[in-house]
Structures are given as C-alpha cells and as structure tokens.
C-alpha cells in the first residue's frame, strides 16, 4: 500500500473508479464492495484502498451511500448533480440562521436526487 496516502495517486484512484462505475452501470444501479473491487482499478483489491477511494468519492458527493439487501452500496451520482449539492451544502453553511430557510435547504439536503 505504498504511496496510497498521496493525494495526486488518490486522486487517479477516485477518478478511473467513478469512470469505471458509470461505464458499468446506470445512476440507479447499486454497486457493492465487491463490485467495485472486481472492477479492477484498485490495485491488489486493497479493501483499505478501496474504501478511501470510496470514502473520498463520498465527500466529493460523487457516490452516494445506500442500503441493499446484501448490506451497504453505493451509486454514483453525476457531477453536474454533485456540484448542485455542494454548492447548495456552502450557502447552507455560510448564511445566517433562519429558521425556514435553513428547514428548506434541510428539506433539499436530505433529497439531493430532487435538486433541479
């Protein structure tokens, strides 16, 4: 696992496994630990690798963490739709507090496929 904690190395890591999961399947389809594993990007199927690349995936909002019914998945999402909710999450966090305003970007927050 040598020079995984690059970001730079990290970066193309995240970059080909969210590429290989869009070629792989819909927006809809649910990949599991194992199918991104066998989609071959991460070397040696590192589970610890994969799961940083995952993790990092996630906080870009690149991936979205699901349930299925073999246990955790996650999809991806596309990155016009992952800019939309970032940018959404910064106002959220940087304006000032009102109390419907805030209720509203919750609302939208906790349904991010919904955002137009």
């Not at 696992?1 to 193309?12: R, S, W």
């Not at 496994?17 to 927006?27: D, F, I, N, P, V």
């Not at 389809?29 to 690798?49: E, I, N, W």
């Not at 991806?76 to 910064?90: G, H, I, M, Q, T």
Request: with cysteine; glycine share 6%; net charge positive.
């Amino acid at each position: 696992m040598a020079g995984t904690e690059d970001p730079a190395k990290l970066q193309i890591l995240k970059d080909s496994l969210y590429e290989e999961a869009r070629q792989h399947g819909s927006e809809s389809r649910m990949f599991s630990q194992k199918d991104l594993t066998d989609l071959a990007v991460v070397p040696s199927g590192d589970p610890v690798l994969l799961l940083k690349i995952i993790q990092g995936l996630c906080d870009d909002k690149l991936f979205v963490g699901v349930t299925s019914q073999s246990g955790i998945a996650w999809r991806w999402r596309n990155r016009e739709d992952a800019k939309k909710y970032v940018s959404r999450r910064l106002a959220y966090l940087t304006s000032p507090p009102d109390k419907l305003w805030v209720r509203d970007k919750m609302n939208q927050l906790a349904n991010p496929f919904a955002l137009t």
